[in-house]
């Protein structure tokens, strides 16, 4: 999941990212890639229909009166194939 922030002015801003998975670990309890090294599975992963709350803090330029959030959220079947399974904008507005 992927969150930034374009601002009225156009300077688009990475305000956060996570990451869902799966991690393999060793009996020491570090991160693996091997089938013969892992020995324990963090699910970390996102199931589907799932829904969680995340929270990101951002700062923006100074004179910012609004600024587009975009929250796109992407599945990699590989680390060079991915498709966008949901994305959501929406508008905040700053000031009076």
Request: hydrophobic fraction near 35%.
């Amino acid at each position: 999941m992927e969150v930034t922030g374009k601002t009225d002015s156009g300077t688009v801003i990475l305000i956060g990212k996570k990451e869902y998975r799966e991690i393999g670990l060793d009996i020491e309890g570090n991160e693996r890639l091997g089938a013969w090294q892992i020995k324990e599975i963090a699910d970390l992963s996102l199931p589907p229909q799932k829904k969680t709350e995340e929270r990101f803090e951002a700062e923006f330029p100074e004179n910012t009166k609004s600024v587009d959030i975009e929250v796109t959220l992407k599945y990699f079947l590989t680390p060079a194939y991915e498709s966008v399974v949901h994305r959501v904008t929406k508008k905040v507005s700053f000031g009076k």
